[in-house]
């Protein structure tokens, strides 16, 4: 009997996703999902709305970042979101550029130095503070145009959210849909026709500029496009680097929502849940989940994981200077336990790539 015990348990072990993940030594693929403004009341708003689980609670690593700008206590999405993608602490509204001012590379950028495939899915505009890090080096958030500007000067595979008119009804008349379909870019401007690409480079606008709340018919967008974007991604031999950001849990913050924050952290958390699926199967997949801040200085002091009712309270319509909590899976994921600063995460993703 105990011998029998034995066997079934090492053939349990080896057969699990868990075990597989730890057998690659560098992971091929990173997917880095912020869920902006998530702070854990946040997350825990949304799992008392989801009838008491998440798909969060599958990580098994959890550590908190320590997300000061370089030029203030409470950081915003812009600074915030470059310490992730640059590694470096900068001024609020930063996009790509140290505190001097200076650009530095993305870990997109050097992903796609390094021959990898490279994506991006928001629901935002794709030029908006978070997505801008990762691909653009400007002095300010606010340059919506010069930030779309800047993807063309990467060759980055698919990128999906809104932002439509600063590609395409540009106050210079420079028409950069046109310029995208000259490299190669297949335009999508639906969810159903995001839907119908099958191969090659994509760039999708699913709004002029902000997409809708979930619950005002954006729907499941999210979920879709993320996982059209690992399907196209996928294909590239060396691996990927992928972002995905749920941009309106923030949005639920500022406007001191509960149902909000609520119906939108469901929402990223269903694209999370795609996301382990893949990196599951697949065996050599980092995931990483965390936000830029928190917002509205949420608390929750009523709630009901029966019937999916929470009652919050907030102290701001702004951010806070609170710890944010980071989930890992996958190889290189213990790297992610502990409390750090938020610009590691960024030295994190270099070192588990084991680019030089």
Known sequence: MKKR?????????????????????????????????????????????????????????????????SNAFVTDSAAGATAFSCGVKTYNGAIGVDANGEAVPTILEIAEDNGLATGMVATCSITHATPASFISHQASRSLDENIAMDFLSTDIDVFIGGGRKFFANRTDGVNLIDSLKNRSYQIANSIEEVQQIKTGKLAAFLADEQQPRFSEGRGDELVKSTEKALELLKSN?????LMVEGSQIDWGGHGNNTQYIVEEMIDFDNAIGKVLEFAEKDGNTLVIITADHETGGFTINKGST???????????????????????????????????????????????????
């Open 306 to 356: 029966e019937t999916g009712m929470v009652e919050g309270k907030f102290t701001t319509g702004s951010h806070t200077g609170v710890m944010i909590p980071v989930f890992a899976y996958g190889p290189g994921s213990e790297a992610f336990a502990g409390i750090y600063e938020n610009n590691d995460i960024f030295h994190k993703m270099l070192k588990a790539y084991n680019f030089k």
């Open 237 to 241: 031999k060396k691996g990927m680097f």
């Open 5 to 69: 015990y034995l066997i079934l348990l090492a053939l349990s072990l080896c057969c699990s996703p868990s075990w597989a993940q730890k057998k690659a030594k560098h992971p091929k693929n990173i997917i880095l999902m912020v869920g902006d403004g998530m702070g854990v009341a946040q997350i825990y708003a949304g799992l008392t709305g989801n009838f008491g689980h998440l798909n969060l609670e599958r990580f098994p690593v959890v550590g908190f970042h320590k997300n000061q700008a």
